[in-house]
């Protein structure tokens, strides 16, 4: 390959995993072409870039990007998936695709900006629910006991205002 040609694939590497919220990087061997093409497809409507990508090159690129962290894991043939939204949609669809395609692909690990991840680690993110969804099941819990105060509180004036409630019916039932 030309040198020329290298220096432009670092590049555009280097800036694809600079602004990247998640990599996840894949073995890919086994895996038909069909079968690539449908997960790139899945993987692009969640905003996901799926590339296959020389280990000398990719390392060179996350070394530029300030990457250094994720040099253990570039071995071996590898693709990477690139998430640019919550980091946990990237995981989600290489997953599902896994276990509902019967996949040979394999997730050797991930990075996030700060930190590598494990075969593992990436398979937890995928099985965590979605940012908005953690918010509201936070703003839920903290909600719940100011609920409770304040029906505790009110307790005694509603009794208070049934029991003038029932005098009342009773008064005009005479």
């Known amino acids: ?39 790139r497809k899945k993987l692009r409507e969640a905003k996901v870039e799926y590339k296959v990508v020389k280990n000398t090159l ?15 894991s570039f071995k071996g043939p590898m693709a990477v998936a690139l998430g640019y939204g919550e980091i946990n949609e990237a995981a989600k669809v290489l997953t599902d ?29 995928a099985k965590l629910p979605s940012k908005s969804v953690l918010i509201s099941q936070v703003l839920a819990g903290m909600q719940s006991p100011i609920y409770g105060i304040v029906n505790v509180l009110a307790a005694p004036m509603r009794g208070f205002m049934q029991v003038l409630q029932g005098r009342i019916q ?5």
Do not use: W
């Not at 030309?2 to 998640?22: D, Y």
């Not at 996030?112 to 937890?124: H, I, K, Q, Y």
């Open 1 to 39: 390959m030309p040198r020329e040609k290298k220096v432009k694939i670092i590049e555009g590497l280097q800036e694809s995993l600079s602004k990247c919220s998640i990599g996840i990087m894949t073995d890919y061997r086994g895996i038909s072409t069909a079968e690539l093409n449908a997960l």
């Open 58 to 72: 990719a390392l060179i690129a996350a070394k530029n990007a300030g990457l250094t962290h994720t040099s253990e």
């Open 97 to 125: 695709h896994i276990r509902t395609a019967k996949s040979n692909l394999k997730i050797q690990g991930g990075f996030l900006p700060d930190m590598a991840l494990t075969a593992r680690e990436v398979e937890t993110l």
């Open 170 to 174: 009773q008064m005009e039932g005479k």
